[in-house]
């Protein structure tokens, strides 16, 4: 797979300050039961990097230490990892608000059969992934199948009350197929609610549209089809100043599988991380340091979150 950080490293970003810390994303690994073309994690069944017990007891420490809002649980298919459950468990007893980053074809996996009775009863956002109301778009870019069966994991949602109980908040993620930027938000929104509702009975509460960054997969094949340099530009021309006001950066931090600290999980993927000394932050220092006065790490990829109507993990931001 070709890599985009050289050349996404040369290109000037304006500079980002850090607000008041409130979310804590987490990668609990990279192992997933689908491979999309979109994915920025290069997440895949047969990826076995996992989370340990030694950085969740971590990450529990910083959340409380930290007074975090929020736990954002992504992957991978976050929900593989075995001591998920627990994770969640603990930041609910906690009242801390979790987020479960779901690709809705998790609940038929082996072993996950009573998932959605699970993240019900510990009031878990769940975030999934829908790139598309449409049967052979979803297929085309997630494999073939996966539509029907987020359509049947929607349903099972909805019938826990997701998307209707205010307490069980249901949101779908959009991304776009190709090299371009995302569709007004709201509009996209009111498009998706009416058709799934029409077609299937669906109900869910927003939906997030996804500007795809050019990293990783998407990254790669931008390179390899010489379309790179053409999405770059689509991106500064779009840029929004008014955006980096909102940047989802300004709020969060990013860990990974082993416990190293990125300033988003953009910058994760492509493996820059928050440094010390020259050496690579981890939570574990960071709970023993606490010392977040830092500037955020910025390149190229940058212009993704702030081009148009900006996208974040919240979806757009203007």
Known sequence: MLDTREYLEKIKFPPIKRKKLEILQVNLGYKCNQQC??????AGPRRTEMMSSAVISEIKKFLLKNKIKTLDLTGGAPELHPEFKKLVSY???NNIS?????????????????LGEFLAGKKTQI?????CYLKENVDKQRGKGVFDKSIKALKLLNNLGY?????????????????HLPPPQAKLEAD??????????????NLLAFTNLPIARFGSSLLSKGQFNEYMQLLKDSYRQENLENVMC???LSIDWQGRVYDCDFNQ????GIKESNKALTIKELNLKNNLDRDILVAGHCYGCVSGQGSSCSGAIS
């Open 98 to 114: 979790v987020i479960d980053r779901c690709n809705l074809t998790i609940f038929f996996e082996q072993g996950q059969e009573d």
């Open 163 to 179: 998307g209707k109980n205010p307490d069980l908040i249901l949101n779908l993620v959009y991304n776009p197929q190709g090299p």
């Open 37 to 42: 073309l979109h994915c920025h994690v290069n």
């Open 127 to 131: 975030t999934a992934s829908m790139p």
């Open 269 to 272: 993927m492509l493996k820059m």
């Open 91 to 93: 930041a609910y007893d």
């Open 250 to 252: 300004r709020s969060l």
């Open 192 to 205: 998706y609610k009416s058709y799934m509702l029409d077609k299937y009975g669906i109900e869910f509460n």
